[in-house]
């Protein structure tokens, strides 16, 4: 079994800063893909972020030049630094990754979710 871990989420002002972690933990022998997906409330849940395992990212188009996704391969852990955040960045975000018991088998997995709320 893989368990992912969120942190960092909360409350903050517009123009403020949060930075989210998801460490995953278990029988992982590797990760592929790993993103941050959001749903606002009434909305629906739409792709943050992606990071491969070589390293290359993709962005919605929303949160280019504000957001950066990366990942410690080391520690299977992907983290999403958020910058200039605005009241539309209020959402719960969840993390997915693409993970590897087996060199054979892989199954996706979810983080539990983290609100960030952007308010003053």
């Known amino acids: 079994q893989v368990q992912l871990l969120e942190s960092g989420g909360g409350l903050v002002q517009p123009g403020g800063s949060l930075r989210l972690s998801c460490a995953a933990s278990?029988?992982?022998?590797?990760?592929?893909?790993m993103s941050w997906y959001r749903q606002a409330p009434g909305k629906q849940r739409e792709l943050v972020a992606t990071?491969?395992?070589?390293?290359?990212?993709n962005y919605a188009d929303s949160v280019k030049g504000r957001f950066t996704i990366s990942r410690d391969n080391a520690k299977n852990t992907v983290y999403l630094q958020m910058n200039s955040l605005k009241p539309e960045d209020t959402a719960v975000y969840s993390c997915n990754m693409g993970v590897k018991s087996t060199r054979f088998l892989e199954y996706d997995y979810w983080g539990q979710g983290t609100q960030v709320t952007v308010s003053s």
């Open positions: 990071v491969s395992k070589g390293g290359m990212t």
């Open positions: 278990g029988s992982i022998f590797s990760i592929n893909a």
